[in-house]
């Protein structure tokens, strides 16, 4: 596990994670042949043939990033310890299949 004692320190750590995280996403997308996450999520709104598939990369992001800001709050309030990247890169929800 991972401590951090300053601020400064801690937000560093915090951006690599984001970096990580977005990144995680991206391959995502890309395994499925869109440019990144952005992309694939941006067919969701209106009918097309991409619009069911779209659905689940906006619910996976959603739920992905929701899940790593609970995960902070618990690491900020001392409820858990800092994971490392892998960790909570092996942790974040799958994209549901259609």
Known sequence: ???IDNTKAFTNVVSKFEAA???ELDNDAQAKGYDNILSACAYAG????FQGESK???TRRGNVWAYCY???AKVQSGK???PTVEQII???PARVSE
Do not use: D, G
Request: hydrophobic share 50%; aromatic share 4%.
């Open 90 to 92: 092996s942790e974040l």
């Open 1 to 3: 596990m991972i401590t």
């Open 80 to 82: 858990r310890a800092m």
């Open 46 to 49: 209106a009918p097309n043939p």
């Open 56 to 58: 689940l990369f906006v």
């Open 21 to 23: 995280i977005q990144q």
């Open 70 to 72: 609970q995960e902070l």
